[in-house]
């Protein structure tokens, strides 16, 4: 965003606030700048390029995603249960915003029979949504790009999130904002081949079969994990595996006896 646009609405020049929603109107502050709406404003909201729902022209987001001309575009999802694997990778791939129109993820679901249920190679924004799965990987990043997941909740995959960008000069950077990832048979976030840099404010990862967050050390995956106020507690084998990746902790909760980078954390309370 260019430094004129975040002085105008008041966000932090110089901090990579993109997927922050500062007029808290559901849409991030880089669709309100690249859709030239003010991120200030909650009154002042960008027009959805796609909606999707009963009675719109798409009925589910696949269909609205390969109508997709262009980047930078907005979809909305009305509330429902849509049984399909989003695929946003390949020559088609978009820069895109899929955003529940509800602000409570738990009435928009997304659930596909088998598989993953969301993979994107292009800068994803993804808000408000539940993402159950019978096994796949909840959002498999691939390619490159910057990501937000914002308010959802990742409920029975294997893994929650799965970051493997497409070569060692490639690097993603995923926020993780308001999220829970819990009930999956692999790890909460794996941070796979290749560095991805993440940063997890106000998310739970629970309850999760393998670790909360697993780094890859193949590939030179010297991935960061930065957690602001998160809890990590439950998962079943510890909450980290880290070789070749950093962990920083700031007010956060992390099951365990180890001791993380950062203050304020609150450890071994069990
Ligand atoms: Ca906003
Ligand atoms: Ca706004």
């Known amino acids: ?36 709406t003010s991120a200030s404003d909650a009154g002042s909201v960008p027009t959805a390029d796609r ?25 909305v999802v009305k509330p429902g249960v849509y049984a399909e694997s989003v695929g946003n990778t390949g020559a088609g791939a978009k820069r895109v915003f899929i955003i529940s129109e509800s602000v409570d993820p738990n009435i928009t679901t997304l659930k596909p029979a088998s598989g993953s249920t969301i993979s994107s190679s292009k800068d994803l924004y993804l808000r408000g949504f539940t993402l159950s799965s019978a096994g796949g990987n909840g959002v498999g990043l691939t390619g490159s790009g910057s990501h937000g997941i914002v308010q959802c909740v990742l409920h029975g995959h294997s893994h929650g999130i799965y970051s493997q960008p497409a070569s060692s000069s490639a690097r993603n950077f995923v926020d993780v904002i308001g999220s829970i990832v819990l009930n999956g048979s692999g ?4 941070g796979a081949t290749n560095a991805s840099t ?24 010297g991935s960061t994990y930065t957690l602001t106020n998160c809890v990590m507690w439950n998962n079943g084998s510890s909450e980290f595996s880290m070789s070749g990746g950093a962990v920083t902790a700031t007010y956060s909760c992390i099951k365990g006896s180890s001791v993380y980078s950062g203050t304020g954390n609150i450890r071994a309370c069990y």
Do not use: W
Request: charged residues 20%.
């Open 198 to 221: 993440f940063r997890l404010v106000h998310t739970t990862i629970c309850g999760q079969a393998s670790y909360a967050i697993y780094n890859s050390t193949s590939g030179g995956g």
């Open 1 to 36: 965003m260019d430094d004129s646009y975040e002085i105008t609405h008041g966000l932090a020049v110089g901090v990579d606030d993109r997927h922050g929603d500062k007029d808290g109107d559901g849409f991030p502050n880089l669709a309100e700048y690249l859709k030239n």
């Open 187 to 190: 790890s909460g976030i794996y």
């Open 51 to 75: 909606m999707v729902g009963t009675g719109e022209t798409y009925t589910t987001i696949s269909s609205a995603l390969a109508s997709l001309t262009a980047d930078d575009q907005i979809i």
